[in-house]
């Protein structure tokens, strides 16, 4: 059973940052790619930053330049540093693992920017 556990800040202020953490049961190196999500009230759920197996990253257009995804193989963990944070970073965020054809998430994590 794939699980994935996140920690992280809750409340940050504008100009902060963040890093969440995104655990999972197994080798993280079986995944075909890791990442973040996140969705504020009302609106889709948009990537954030993913890492393949490879250690390809992408960004999403509204973090680009001010997030970076790493992970620690060792560990099985994947991180999610963001800078710069705005109040319209505000959103659930969630960890997102694709494993063989099937996408697992985590069960989200709440992050508000205070302007």
């Known amino acids: 059973q794939v699980q994935l556990v996140e920690s992280g800040e809750g409340l940050v202020q504008a100009g902060g940052s963040l890093r969440l953490s995104c655990a999972t049961t197994?080798?993280?190196?079986?995944?075909?790619?890791m990442g973040w999500y996140r969705q504020a009230p009302g609106k889709q759920r948009e990537l954030v930053a993913s890492?393949?197996?490879?250690?390809?990253?992408k960004y999403g257009d509204s973090v680009q330049g001010r997030s970076t995804i790493s992970r620690d193989i060792a560990k099985n963990t994947v991180y999610l540093q963001m800078n710069s944070l705005k109040p319209e970073d505000t959103a659930t965020y969630y960890c997102?693992?694709?494993?063989?054809?099937?996408?697992?998430w985590g069960q989200g994590t709440q992050v508000t920017v205070s302007s």
């Open positions: 197994g080798n993280i190196l079986t995944f075909n790619s």
């Open positions: 890492i393949t197996r490879y250690g390809i990253t």
């Open positions: 997102n693992g694709n494993f063989q054809t099937t996408d697992y």
